[in-house]
Nanobody, 123 residues
């Protein structure tokens, strides 16, 4: 199983920056990718960024965050980060970290979620 814990959310003024962290623990066979989703009040959860570790790897950002958000990872510390710059009011949401993993070599890939961290951007 993969256990994910997000941190770093908070209240920031428009134009400001925040860095979200996602720590992962647990033993799995392999993690194929990680990323971030967000969910604003009354809206569906939407992809912010997906970082695919397989097939040479690829990183895809939502158009709304391109050029402002950056995903990074520290494999030694089992951490994934989301650097968010030039934040806008519409970035206000609960941000969720996810990991796509095979728990065992023979198991199907599963998506694991963190509990979420609130980001509020004021005007």
């Amino acid at each position: 199983q993969v256990h994910l814990v997000e941190s770093g959310g908070g209240l920031v003024q428009s134009g400001g920056s925040l860095t979200l962290s996602c720590g992962k623990s647990g033993t799995v066979f392999t993690i194929n990718g990680m990323g971030w989703y967000r969910q604003a009040p009354g809206k569906q959860r939407e992809l912010v960024v997906q970082d695919d570790y397989s097939s040479g790897g690829s990183t895809v950002y939502a158009d709304s965050v391109k050029g402002r958000f950056t995903i990074s990872r520290d494999n030694a510390k089992h951490m994934v980060f989301l650097q968010m710059n030039n934040l806008k009011v519409e970035d206000t949401a609960v941000y969720y970290c996810y990991a796509d993993a095979h728990v065992t070599e023979m198991s199907e890939e599963r998506r694991f979620w963190g509990q979420g961290t609130q980001v509020t951007v004021s005007s």
